[in-house]
């Protein structure tokens, strides 16, 4: 029923939002250059998968979790795009392709062992990762991952479709900050 729902939202969510996507892309553009960013992270079953987001950081910062990363390398629209959090609105492409779901652990790096262990002791990787969920309306980031793959399992294990609307319209209304820069 969720991939259903994913499949729907996403693709309807696209097509509403394509005008301001485009906008976001131009403007990005201005500010770096490359507007689109893509990165490898952990999906399902540990398989590999792109992520698509907007790019809210330099080029040249390197590739780690946003926790770890410096705040002197977010650019002045890339903060905007942040804070409200429409740097992640590409990534209802990886919905609509099914690499993710609308509600599900946040997908995280394979560099980042430490969470990748923690997720794989609480399986955590037997579901789609997703763009909100319970760890995330609650402020709880990569930077803590062992409370972070608990959270994970926690709403896995508690899931409902009660709640899969809920953690949208949480996040939607801006409960949550997403992952720290520090």
Known sequence: MTRLLDFTFSFL???????????LYIIGLFDTGSPIFLQQRVGRNKKPFVLVKFRTMRIDTASVASHLANTSSITRFGSFLR?????????LWNVLKGD????????????????????DANNVFDVRPGITGLAQVNEIDMSTPHLL?????????????SNYFKYIFMTLWGKGSGDRVK
């Open 13 to 23: 969510g696209l097509i509403f939002t394509l005008p301001f996507l485009v906008l």
């Open 83 to 91: 804070k409200c959090k429409l740097d992640e609105l590409p990534q």
């Open 100 to 119: 993710m779901s609308l509600v599900g652990p946040r997908p995280g790096l394979f560099n980042q062992e430490e969470l990748t262990e923690a997720r």
């Open 149 to 161: 793959a608990k959270t994970d399992k926690e709403m896995i294990e508690t899931f409902t479709l």
